[in-house]
């Protein structure tokens, strides 16, 4: 059998490993037209930051460490130009002398990958002007900063990689500027936790620009739609990237409602002896069954093995993804699995939202405060996603959140892990424990939520609701809900007689603990339509401030 495999960056060079492993006999060849193989593309930013000292250790492994350790023959600088899937033959070119030849397959992988997305800008053809995907983009805008020292750089796209080179850059010494198309950066996340990743840029020396469009790029400036014109010395596109089907739609392969190539669960497509993996072929939600677009190493890697075994005669099936991710963004983490809010929303689902603010670990050994918004199906009880941003512990939950989901967890299910416990890592009720225990009250309505979203539309329509701070007076004169009345839990059992029990009441406190224990007070002594502020008066404060 002869496979021939187009690509050679993590979903390619996966393929070809495994097909080896399970077969000695076929022939394995792999055509790439970029200079480098099986990089670390991830890993590009924290080379330019200074954090990976050298290039090389992004790409360890070269064409000639294939042969020898797979036997698998890669050409790089080759590009395959044509395809004719009913002889089964290729026509490839090589970039540096401009020969063509022949070649045939028995069986046929597409591991082309994704480009960056070009925005039509005037001036990004500039000297100045880098795209961040393959090593030769990162030799060169390593060329340009030593060469040029440049003291201000502009990036234009806040998604992972737009964060990532701005931590980096700034880490460098640069004055850096982030425009951003859309209302928030990380647009895979809720604004309300978008925010906070946005305040905490800020507060690094990040000048953040939102809802702004690039128009012009020139070689000292940046200008935008409003006008503003921002002086740089060079220019990061960040704008996300485009799977390259191009080879494969001219031959009839058919592509999904994503744009990238549609794939069944054994990553074959819709032509006989036709594959596709890594960021050229579409994925599908673990939750939805819907088709899912999220080009990540990870599951590239995880396409290729697939596709390997497959090919080989095994039995390897693709389970879908549910679109993780985690980011550093200087000191702190952000960590994203499945659904976010509007996503649910959009797919029909009647949603419980629990924010969730507690310490990663004893706070007496200086556990740092997490943020956790879960999300679940009222209907089923079952978690749909979960958001994250802490200092520590981030990593840590979403794994778990991540494989709870895979599982189809329901909240109640959290509750009852028996996860790991010791001061120094956890709490004794760690808050992958307490999301689902609140979550799951919530559900059943015996200690219902209500996000600050949805408490201030209800009192702008004129609701009428009794609002309970019950923090100190101190703390109540700093900040609080809007029309709050301040009853310290100490309190509330004498002054819940001034209330009027038949109206909706909320309780809140600084992040949801008192407020809960205020609201099993007042349901107890008679109050029936009573809620908790989820992530109390801090999440309030942030969403007035952001909304």
Known sequence: MKVIIIGSVAAGTSVAAKARRNDETADITLYNADYDISYSI??????????????????????????????????????????????????????????????????????????????????????????????????????YMKANQPKKATIIGAGYIGLEMAEQLSHRGLDVTIIQRSNHVMTHMDKDIASRVEEHLVKKGITLILNEEVTVIDKMNVQTKSGKFIGTDMVILATGV??????????????????????????????????AVGDVAESYSVITGKSIYRPLGSTANKMGRIAGDVITGGSLEHRGILGTGILRVFDLAVGQTGMNEVEALEEGYDIEILHNIKPARAEYLGGKELLIKAIADRQTGRILGVQIVGKEGVDKRIDVFVTAITFKAKAEDLFHLDLAYAPPFSTTKDPVMYT???????????????????????????????????RSAEQYKVSKVESAINIPLGALRDKCKDLNPSLPTVTYCNGGITGNAAQNVLRNLGFYDIYNLSGGNKNYQNYMKNK
């Open 42 to 143: 991830c890993g590009i930013p924290y080379f330019l930051g200074g954090e990976v000292e050298e290039l090389e250790t992004l790409t360890p492994r070269s064409a000639a460490w294939f042969k020898k350790r797979y036997n698998v023959d890669i050409f790089i600088r080759h590009e395959v130009i044509k395809i004719d899937a009913k002889q089964k033959k290729i026509q490839v070119k090589n970039l540096d002398t401009n020969e063509i030849k022949e070649d045939t397959y028995d069986v046929l992988v597409f591991a082309t990958g994704a480009s960056p997305i070009t925005p039509n800008i005037p001036g990004v053809e500039e000297d100045h002007v880098f795209q961040v995907r393959t090593i030769q983009n990162t030799v060169a805008i390593d060329q």
């Open 242 to 275: 485009r799977p390259n089907t191009k080879l494969a739609k001219e031959i009839g392969v058919e592509l999904g409602n994503s744009g990238a190539i549609a794939v069944n669960s054994k990553m074959q497509t819709n032509l006989p002896d036709i594959y």
């Open 436 to 470: 689902g225990m609140a979550l799951q009250n919530a559900i059943e309505k015996k200690n219902k939520l209500i996000t600050p979203k949805e408490l201030t539309d209800r009192l702008e329509k004129g609701e009428k609701i009794q609002v309970i701070d019950t």
